[in-house]
């Protein structure tokens, strides 16, 4: 029961009770959105007060290299977690489009050397892949969560199938290019998970697909009955989604120059958290761009804060869980439905 | 220095070798040799390691004459002894088994279940407190990797690749791993004999390339003056060696296991030493055993019980043999090992009391 | 005055912190008598329900219940003094059965040693449903039987509660009970509440529905913004009056506009041709005229709700055809059928019809995004020029269009999806209980927008939210009973059939 409503019905004229109400409401959002920067400005200024090399130009770069791919895997979980769905095919995608990235370029096992063209071809199996998955998952009418994490043991296995279970190890000099030159001192790997990252937050923001995102995850019924198609929509997001797990598998396999199917193993659910820091949403309708980079950021920071800090290893799990819960207290947006059922 | 014997036999001895080993096998040979199966039980084929291990007990198996299956339980106990039961009840007291268990805890069960049903089983890299083959006749012999020795040589290099003085800094595997907690505890043995060097951080980053690399990255920053990186897994210095790279030096660094692209990673000189953990020794081995005792070429109970606990022979690898090494174990597929001389493996005794 | 004064209200009143939601009401409630409470929104009546209900207490005057002074601090409490309430919101848990929800938290004078007898449980369960002469099965779950049936079990749990402990002379508050519930339905729940009333009871009863309140009342109490501002007996009440004092102005007596009703064309923009839904209606025909509205009427079941389902594609028909612009159309979801040119005001609207996170804005321009693009891009300023057009245009009391559509009240938020209905370009226009809990002063502004769509050369087939409204907006009336269509009617403004004329055909 919200007593201040009652209140204010009675007593003011309808103009004033909705200056009343968007007034207080404005307010209520505008702390819940600062939560997070709030929590990113406290991150960074333990780091800097308790770390005298946290604010280096080195450390800085790493935290931008750091966070590159997770911004991509974030791009993924932004739209998939927006529709109130999961997609668990990430890691296994990732594996597949980092595999397949080094057995089509230059390396040590073949004789391929298919360059951007391959990065391409496997850019494009990806995001078929992410249609197959959301036309399964909306025409079957299947659990995001059961499709997606069929379809990544199935990546998985097609991963070690491409490797024949000795790693490829990449010799692309373009990737050696990619992760060690730079532009402004930023690691031209990084520039390249940034632009992808705006990519998808222009397409979120600013585009009628975006839109129908955040109607799908917030009604869904609401959504169908404005015309929206919802089936479409979601077969989009799914396949967005496996091409920016396929970009970050890409980037994966530059960033280490091996192919592996492990590469995408445990990427996701730190992925979650952050955007969770961020004060997005695991019902849907809730998150968006600002609160993927800056729970990304968040997280990074606080991995590499551990490290510098040189926390017992043994230690470290129990420290970073800690914080992690203290940290979503202040940001979750808590919704009246309860999600720990 | 039966470590050097195998070189000879890549360079050319291979050829009398095979002559002798073909008139060994036709003498004592039972004639129902192919009437037996070997069941290679891995955790699953999608670790360069573990495929290693299949393909050297089929090598194994070739050389015997005998059929040969893999069976596969992606890490699974239960999925691991309920493929052992199958394959006995499809071919009887015809079937051994050479095993990489799923789990520490299932090396009872799998000695207990090879037991009741009269099939022989090596068992391979894992061995439960208190379980001996000696209990169990039919549990051939357990053959393990001294994760303690093998630390010590790599952690050795490392500190004689810097004189043995500087800060160090250390990857350690997945907490609560016992290879993991084996490795870590070589590399804290190893420090007492080199009192210069200064660990500045230990941390872990659970045997991932990605994990260890970003912690080098951190590190790099933190201690300028950072002399080697010591990681008890071949991934983990991949990523430390990647994140390196990046930040443009070259310091000593080992690793643990003997990966394709470790070895290349010597061969480029970027990783100064990493293990061998030998595949083709330890499976090819452990398969023979099982097939000798399986067809009465050898009875295991004949074996003095404290021989029947063996550690498989491994290799320091490093810039000066990493070469042939390469060309026989990942060229070739093949180093080219005589598996009827079961005493080859044998590098040490485990301890009896453990 | 029937019976003894069984509860009085002496200049009760409710602040919270600086404001005042209830001042100086005096209410006096005899047993054996309905009192209907009627006011727009926020105009305290469910304050006051709540005092006595025992939900908060006031923060001035005092009440008194048979004499004695009454202060209670919790519902329970409320209950054992012999006063109970039907909420608004159902309170019953979808999971259980019938009989666990009418004892739930009572569960104790059933149970030995902690096991239950249900036995017992149900026999006593079905006698208190058949108090208010409900036929069900008692061991059925709440979720698997409708809303109605809802409303109804928790009617009788109230009444059970509270005739346990005052029998005779309980008091029983209806918070809008009829919202929910069909024509059918209501009838018979007035029939229960007469029942109530002569066995003694005394019951108030809250309700948007002016009709209702005159139907089923003896005495009405009139609230506005806290206020009372009139008591009437029922008998010979003024509507004008009580609109008067409910509002604050006089009331139009031209409540649904007719005068600008508009006079269909010959055009024809849809025609429905031998429609058929296995098992929900059956070889449905009629032609859409530009410009008309077309009423469908038809109690609960009749298979009006159905029709407007095939036609915004929520389901697929089983036979028949939809022909729009010459053309044979199948529409597999509400998409599709936007795309051919009809678009639904969904019926309920906080669960299908608003998009809560998204600004008003953005719910304004939903259904018409295509049109709002520079190449891929959203237009900010088109959707920002349209949206305000639209605030202005539909007179949505709002601070601005980027406030989000869950902060408006239940009138605000339909005015906004109107705009998005007609922002959506769409011919045809369906609207499902258009003025659903919506309060009288929207309601006014809502029939205005109708009429313009139509002015604008829109088509509408309309279910209303009363009989009477219906007749009002339409300007054709098409009858389903038992998924046949059953009668026509045109309806002309000054010659409009009367309700009586229309039920015959429906029953």
């Known amino acids: 029961m919200n007593n201040k409503w009652e209140a204010s019905m009675a007593s003011l004229s309808v103009g004033e009770q909705f200056a009343e109400k968007v007034k207080d409401n404005a307010r209520k959002d505008r702390i819940r959105r600062l939560m997070p920067i709030i929590l990113l400005v406290v991150m960074t200024a333990i780091g800097a007060i308790t770390q005298k090399n946290f604010f280096s130009a080195r450390n800085l770069v790493n935290i931008l290299y750091q966070m590159s791919i997770p911004l991509v895997i974030s791009v993924s979980l932004m739209f998939v977690l927006l529709l109130g769905s999961i997609d668990l095919s990430i890691e296994g995608v990732m594996g597949f489009a980092g595999s397949f990235t080094a057995f089509l370029v230059q390396n040590r096992t073949n004789n391929n050397n298919f360059g951007i063209f391959g990065i391409i071809l496997v850019l494009l199996i990806c995001t078929c892949v992410g249609a197959i998955t959301g036309f399964i998952h909306t025409k079957g009418r299947i659990a995001s969560f059961i499709t997606t994490y069929a379809v990544g043991q199935i990546m998985t296995g097609v991963a070690v199938l491409v490797y024949n279970s000795t790693p490829i190890a990449v010799t692309e000099p373009a990737f050696v290019t990619i992760s060690q030159s730079r532009l402004f001192g930023i690691p031209y790997l990084t520039l390249i998970a940034f632009a992808i990252f705006a990519v998808g937050a222009i397409i979120l923001n600013f585009t009628a697909f975006g839109r129908a995102v955040y109607a799908i ?24 989604s496996a091409l920016m797990a396929g970009s970050a598998g890409v980037l994966m396999c530059i960033r280490l120059k091996l192919g592996q199917s492990s590469i995408g193993l445990n990427q996701m659910f730190p992925v979650v958290t952050a955007i969770v820091l961020g004060g997005g949403s695991l019902y849907g309708g809730k998150g968006g761009a600002l609160c993927s980079f800056v729970g990304v950021l968040v997280y990074t920071e606080l991995t590499n804060w551990l490290t510098l800090m040189g926390v017992d290893t043994y230690l470290r799990g129990v420290i970073q869980g800690i914080i992690i819960i203290v940290a979503v207290t202040l940001t979750i947006e808590r919704t009246r439905k309860t999600i720990s059922k | 220095m039966k470590k050097s014997l195998v070189a000879l036999l890549a360079a050319g001895a291979l050829a009398v070798s095979a002559f002798s080993m073909a008139a060994f096998a036709e003498a004592e040979l039972p004639e129902d040799i192919g009437e ?49 039961k199958d394959f006995i009840a499809q071919y009887g007291d015809k079937a051994c088994f050479v095993v990489d268990p799923a789990t520490t805890a299932n090396t009872a069960s799998i000695a207990e279940l090879c037991e009741e049903s009269g099939n022989y089983v090596t068992i391979l890299a894992h061995r439960a407190e208190g379980l001996f083959p000696k209990d169990y006749p039919h549990f051939v012999v357990s053959l393990m990797l001294d994760d303690l020795a093998n630390g010590a040589k790599t952690a050795g290099a490392l500190f004689e690749a810097i004189g043995g003085e500087g800060q160090v800094v250390e990857i350690t595997g997945l907490l609560g791993d016992d290879s993991a907690t084996n490795r870590h505890a070589a590399f804290e043995a190893a420090l007492a004999d080199y009192p210069d060097i200064e660990v500045v951080d230990s941390q872990t980053a659970s045997w991932d390339q990605s994990q260890a690399m970003t912690l080098t990255e951190n590190w790099l920053v933190q201690y300028p003056d950072l002399k080697a990186i010591f990681t008890s897994g071949d991934a983990m210095a991949l990523g430390a060696i990647e994140a390196m790279a990046n930040y443009g030096v070259s310091l000593p660094i080992v690793g643990c296991d003997g990966t394709k692209a470790a070895l290349e990673a010597i061969q480029n000189g970027t990783l100064t030493a990493t293990i061998l953990n030998d595949a ?75 | 005055m029937a019976g003894q004064l069984l509860f009085k209200a002496n200049g009760v009143g409710k602040t919270y912190g600086m404001n005042t939601v209830l001042r100086n009401i005096d209410m006096e409630i005899y047993s054996g008598e309905v009192i209907g409470l009627i006011g727009e929104n926020g105009a305290g009546k469910s304050t006051l329900m709540k005092l006595i209900a025992g939900v908060t207490k006031p923060s001035m005057g005092s009440m008194e219940l048979m004499g004695q002074p009454y202060s209670v601090n919790s519902i329970l409490e409320a209950n054992k003094h012999g006063i109970g309430m039907v909420f608004q919101e159902q309170s019953l848990v979808a999971n259980l059965t019938i009989s666990q929800n009418i004892y739930l938290g009572r569960e104790k004078k059933y149970s030995t040693m902690g096991f239950v007898n249900w036995a017992k449980m149900n026999a006593d369960a079905k006698k208190a449903l058949d108090r208010i002469g409900i036929d069900l099965d008692v061991t059925k779950k709440v979720r698997d039987i409708d809303f109605a049936m809802r409303q109804m079990v928790e009617i009788a749990k109230v009444l059970d509660v509270v005739t346990e402990t005052a029998n005779g002379h309980a008091i029983i508050l209806l918070d809008e009970p009829t919202t929910v519930l069909s024509d059918d339905e209501i009838k018979a729940l007035f029939e229960q509440v007469r029942k109530m009333k002569e066995a003694g009871n005394a019951i108030i009863f809250i309700s948007h529905r002016l009709d209702e309140v005159l139907e089923i009342t003896d005495r009405i109490y009139v609230f506005k913004d806290g206020d009372e501002t009139g008591v009437f007996p029922t008998e010979g009440a003024d509507t004008n009056i009580l609109y008067e004092r409910m509002v604050g102005r006089v009331a139009t007596g031209e409540f649904y506009i007719e005068n600008r009703q508009t006079v269909a064309t010959d055009e024809v923009v849809m025609q429905v041709q031998d429609l058929s839904v296995f098992g929900a209606f059956n070889h449905v025909s009629f032609d859409l005229h530009k410009g008309e509205v077309l009423g469908l009427c038809g109690v609960e079941g009749s298979g009006k709700e159905d029709v407007c389902a095939v036609l915004i594609g929520d389901i697929a028909p089983t036979s028949g055809k939809v022909i729009i612009g010459g053309q044979e159309r199948t529409f597999k979801n509400p998409y599709k059928a936007r795309h051919a040119g009809i678009l639904s005001v969904p019926k309920e609207r906080r669960d299908e019809g608003m998009i809560g996170i998204l600004s008003i804005e953005n719910n304004i321009v939903i259904s018409h995004m295509e049109a709002l693009q520079d190449g891929l891009i959203l237009s900010g300023k088109k959707t920002e020029r349209i949206a305000n057009e639209w605030v202005k245009k539909a007179g949505v009391k709002c601070v601005g269009i980027k406030q989000h559509i869950n902060q408006l009240s239940g009138g605000n938020a339909q005015k906004v999806i109107f705009a998005r209905a007609l922002e959506s370009q769409c011919p045809v226009l369906i609207l499902n209980h258009p003025t659903r809990g919506v309060d009288v002063g929207s309601k006014e502004e809502i029939y205005t927008l109708i009429r313009e769509m139509t002015e604008a050369g829109n088509s509408i087939i309309v279910i209303g939210d009363t009989l009477d409204e219906c007749i009002g907006l339409s300007s054709r009336i098409i009858v389903l009973k038992d998924g046949l269509v059953t009668a026509e009617f045109d309806c002309p403004v000054g010659s409009k059939p009367t309700q009586m004329d229309i039920v015959q055909t429906m029953m």
């Open chain 1, 217 to 240: 995850g917030d009604n869904e019924t609401a959504a169908a009955s404005t015309g929206i198609n919802v089936q479409r929509t979601k077969i989009k997001v799914f396949a967005l």
């Open chain 2, 36 to 84: 037996y199966h070997l069941g290679i039980c891995v955790l699953s084929l999608d670790n360069e390691y573990w495929a290693q291990e299949a393909a050297a007990a089929q090598l194994a198996a070739e050389a015997y004459g005998v059929e040969s299956e893999i069976l596969t339980c992606n890490s699974d106990p239960n999925v691991q002894l309920q493929g052992m």
């Open chain 2, 280 to 354: 083709y020794n330890i499976a090819g081995y452990g398969a023979a055993y099982a097939i000798q005792a399986a067809c009465g070429m050898l009875d295991p109970t004949s074996i003095p019980d404290d021989e029947r606990l063996i550690f498989a022979g491994t290799q320091l690898v490093t810039a000066d043999n990493v070469d042939e090494i390469y060309e026989g174990w990942i060229v070739n597929g093949n180093p080219g090992y005589d598996y009827f001389d079961l005493d080859f493996t044998v590098d040490h005794y485990q301890d009896p009391s453990k």
